[in-house]
């Protein structure tokens, strides 16, 4: 019998985790960062009710399949994919990742540990920049859209960066880098040009001609070929996270999404509950005094590469100086996919558990940063064009991760 | 990292569950015949694409919590709980228990052994009457009525006895024995009359004060309430899915009940096809040949006592001669708490993969003898009084598991 403790782990995990969607929601803070807190507070370093064992270690793996298959899903919008929003995200991913690096390196850490901390400084949440934008009624502007568009593809550019590093544990020579590198990008075209057409046909069909009567079957064949896809993934060589998220990519064109969405958001609530809390659980709250400074340079360095990375391929894109610089600091913050790629890292036996709590610190902070600093920019800009609501639900979206 | 191969396994059982639901449909077949047959297929016996390992077992336990917690929810029906309704179900139970016992024994087994094997033969499966009685318009009759209540009072019965008879292998004498029975029925009857009014007040409040505008934390908070009282009911050393399906009789009260039916309905589909296939991935093929014999006594003595034990009764209380025999013959077929009993009699190592599933093989065939004996008695019966829509619902609820 599989050990029943599991039963009472997960209780209190779920309740400490609505304790964080409570105090996040009371801070307007992203939800994250609150689970975050509280799954610290339950773990070895405060509390001690839960520690991080093999079977979390599979919940929070179907968890973070299930969180990027709903990103995937999420991020059905023909407004992201333009160039101005590729060029940003681009290059608002490879100055972090260098800038991270140096750092690493400057601190002393080995050639593998400084390129995974590089990777963890990929990604953007944007969950903090939207709800400053909604606040202050900014959400319709130019800016907020790029910063959305830039952040989704950010999504799959980091996605791609964790797979090519996920080699490099293996030590092998540039040759099969390019080769991953390759793979990589065939497997993003492949499944967003033919995937697409193949996975929306074979659910369609599912849904109009097989199951009619039963909708929910639908559901059940759509995550079987989520956890289809991610395995793809991994068998090729790449990050199985990245096979979800392009599921979703693809699955979001199938007419039956509004099915899937809503099936897909009581799993969303209960397995990024439960991810959160993990990723917490894992942080040794003792790093934060003895990787100081490590980690006031690495948030400095986050902040300060988001900034020229994301910030000056906007203006060169048109944006005037002050949006650039909105947009640079608006998609400064990391969170969900940072943690990602650092709980991959520490499993995978490539980064400590100091580095791990340290990526998670540099993620808060950047957070907290980044609120500060939206609203003073804003202010100085002065005026404030009350958005539009009908655009909310776009952000929420996005929002919602 | 956990293993990969998990998301492969995941998908084939979920692809093979499907094929599994559309077979009983088309057969008019209770849904979990359907998928144990493809999960079979799928185990080690046939094609051998998937085994049974520890985090299938975790899912599958994961998955026997949330069933019984939906047909707790399920259960919220005040014509269960008659005095007609109790006694076929409580005699319905404990002859059957007796007449597996002797089998067992019979055929050489050893005690603990043959009170296990008789403990699986305690629980009716309605599925099958349920699908016969909609088919020919009698599910509005009291014959009906009298089934579906006392197959509730059924599940009840037998996760009691399961509590008791978990007991045994820690050889303990005939006083722990009277005490574990005492705390059974403690146990039931605070969960039934104060844990249902402490349950459905949390609930409640929960969602009214705390959390108004995110229902689905409800939901997380409900699915924390269930592991807990699991886990409650494991240390009290029961049975933990009792814990579970009492959590859901109480939590059926609550007014948000249908919030809390909306999102284990998602859950249910998933975690009930990865529960069945993996029932039937255990299944050894081979012991259909080599207990024949067994399995076909057991099989004869199983719808033999429940004909006596539940038939009876009804005879007693009111119901024609007639009646009763449908009565008794109805509530012949075992299905899902039976699988769950002997499972989790398996990972205890009290019976063994052949015993396992010659019980597997025994429910089978009550299902499909039931369906031709209860089609020939209604027929002989004649007239059919075609029955009032509105009570399908009403046994669509235990139709569904």
Redesign the interface.
């Known amino acids: 019998?599989?050990e029943?403790?599991?039963?009472?782990e997960?209780?209190?995990m779920?309740?400490f985790?609505?304790a964080g969607?409570?105090l996040s929601?009371k801070f307007k803070q992203p939800v994250s960062i609150g689970i975050i807190i509280f799954g610290i507070l339950l773990g070895p370093s405060v509390i001690g009710l839960a520690e991080y064992n093999?079977?979390i270690?599979?919940i929070a793996?179907l968890g973070s399949?299930i969180l990027l298959f709903v990103a995937g899903l999420n991020s059905n919008m023909k407004e992201v994919y333009t160039k101005r929003n590729f060029m940003i995200a681009l290059v608002g991913a490879i100055v972090p990742v260098v800038g991270g690096f140096i750092v690493a390196t400057l601190f002393g850490y080995d050639i593998f540990t400084s390129i995974f901390i590089g990777a963890t400084l990929t990604a953007t949440c944007l969950g903090i920049t939207s709800s400053v934008l909604k606040e202050i009624g900014k959400i319709k502007t130019d800016t907020a859209k790029a910063m959305i568009g830039a952040a989704v593809i950010d999504d799959i550019i980091s996605l791609c960066i964790l797979s090519i590093v996920l080699a490099v544990p293996e030590k092998i020579g540039p040759t099969a880098i390019i080769f991953k590198i390759i793979l990589v990008i065939a497997f993003v075209v492949f499944m967003l040009f033919f995937g697409e057409r193949i996975l929306t046909w074979l659910l369609d069909y599912f849904n109009e001609k097989?199951?009619r009567s039963?909708p929910?079957?639908t559901?059940?064949?759509a995550?079987?070929?989520v956890?289809?896809i991610?395995?793809l993934a991994?068998i090729l060589g790449l990050a199985?996270i990245i096979g979800a998220f392009l599921a979703g990519v693809c699955l979001s064109k199938s007419r039956a999404v509004n099915l899937l969405l809503?099936?897909s958001?009581?799993?969303e609530?209960?397995f990024t509950?439960i991810f959160f809390i993990s990723i917490g659980i894992v942080v040794e709250l003792k790093a934060f005094y003895t990787l100081f400074w490590f980690i006031l340079a690495l948030t400095i360095i986050a902040i300060a590469t988001k900034i020229i990375g994301a910030g000056f391929p906007a203006y060169k894109m048109g944006f005037k100086k002050k949006d650039a610089l909105i947009v640079g600091v608006g998609m400064a913050p990391r969170g969900e996919i940072a943690f990602i790629i650092a709980l991959?890292g520490l499993?995978?036996g490539v980064i400590t558990k100091e580095v791990y709590s340290a990526i998670v610190f540099m993620s808060f902070l950047t957070t907290v940063i980044t609120l500060v600093a939206l609203k003073m920019l804003y202010n100085a800009k002065g005026g404030s064009s009350k958005g539009l609501d009908e655009e909310i639900d776009f952000i929420d979206l996005k929002l919602k991760r």
Not at 4 to 8: M, V, W
């Open positions: 019998m599989a029943i403790k599991i039963f009472f997960l209780a209190i779920l309740l985790a609505i969607y409570l929601k093999p079977t270690a599979i793996q399949i097989v199951v039963m929910k079957l559901f059940v064949f995550l079987s070929l956890f289809l991610s395995y991994f199985p809503a099936g958001e009581y799993y609530i209960i509950s991959n499993l995978l």
